[in-house]
């Protein structure tokens, strides 16, 4: 007889039966899908598949476009997100997001990475304590460290980027979602950022959407492809990239059609 499976952790995030509708277009298609805790996993597919939608309505960054509609269920730690009695404020802290421009505010490096902190009122020390740390989880401490107090608009992009990363991390979320976030990079600067990616992973579960296949290829652990709104494939990105069980992946990530 053979050995049982070992059981699968239990997600720390998970989709079931999602679907966004812009009007009458059902822009995501019933999609059910896990994020497994402290991996990386890839959301790949073709421009306008729909993958930052997926990734905005995993921390209700969707309804901040009321011309929206969501329908079925996303869990964080089981619990449904979109229940009337969880706050979606606390519901963006715990999944956190960064996308594709470096959103850093006309404020010092510091002032950047402190700006969730502030809200929570909490003292000088320990503010300083948490920039330090994130900056030095984003991979950035190094870099910055002479000057804190220095614009962040002076930073290069891929420094801004990773100050992004800083600033999500400072309230320590258990998820983060990166939309694209090395699209306007070199390939140092992404290079960087997928180094930090791969040593935050044993504390933080990471949803990397991306364009650059190669990228999913080397980074994530679990790949999910996606297709005019529908999920074709999910699976150990090792499996979906040599033995694709599905056309549409395999014309995908062989570059048949972009
Ligand atoms: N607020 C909206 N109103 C109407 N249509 C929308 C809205 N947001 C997204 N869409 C449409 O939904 C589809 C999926 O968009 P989405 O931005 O999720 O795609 P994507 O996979 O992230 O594409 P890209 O790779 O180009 O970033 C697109 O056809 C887009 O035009
Ligand atoms: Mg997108």
Do not use: W
């Not at 995030?13 to 059902?26: D, I, N, P, Q």
């Not at 600067?189 to 190669?214: D, P, Y």
């Not at 074709?232 to 972009?258: C, D, H, N, Q, V």
Request: net charge neutral; glycine share 6%.
């Amino acid at each position: 007889m053979s050995e049982p499976a070992a059981p699968e952790p239990a997600p720390v995030l998970s989709t079931e039966g999602l679907s966004v509708f812009a009007g009458s277009r059902e822009i995501l298609r019933r999609v059910s899908l896990a994020v497994p805790e402290k991996k990386i996993t890839a959301v790949i597919g073709p421009s306008g598949c729909g993958k930052t939608t997926l990734i905005r309505a995993m921390n209700r960054m969707v309804e901040l476009s009321p011309e929206l509609r969501i329908e079925g269920t996303v869990r964080y730690r089981g619990r449904d997100i979109y229940a009337p009695e969880v706050s979606p404020v606390v519901v963006r802290r715990r999944i956190g997001m960064v996308f594709q421009r470096p959103t850093v505010f006309p404020q010092s490096i510091y002032e950047n990475v402190a700006f969730g902190l502030r809200l929570d009122r909490e003292e000088e020390d320990a503010v300083e304590r948490t920039v330090v740390t994130s900056l030095r989880r984003a991979g950035l401490y190094e870099e910055v460290k002479e000057d804190l107090d220095r614009p962040a608009l002076s930073l290069s992009g891929g420094q801004q980027q990773r100050l992004c990363i800083a600033r999500a991390l400072a309230v320590n979320p258990s998820v983060l979602l990166l939309d694209e976030a090395t699209a306007s990079l070199d390939p140092i600067a992404t290079q960087k950022i997928e180094e930090m990616l791969r040593e935050l992973k044993g504390e933080v579960s990471i949803v990397l959407v991306t364009h650059n296949i190669a990228q999913a290829a080397r980074t994530s652990d679990v790949t999910a492809y996606l297709h005019q709104g529908r999920l074709i494939e999910m699976g150990a990105t090792s499996e979906l990239f040599e033995a694709p069980r599905e056309k549409l992946t395999e014309a995908y990530i062989t570059g048949r059609f972009g």
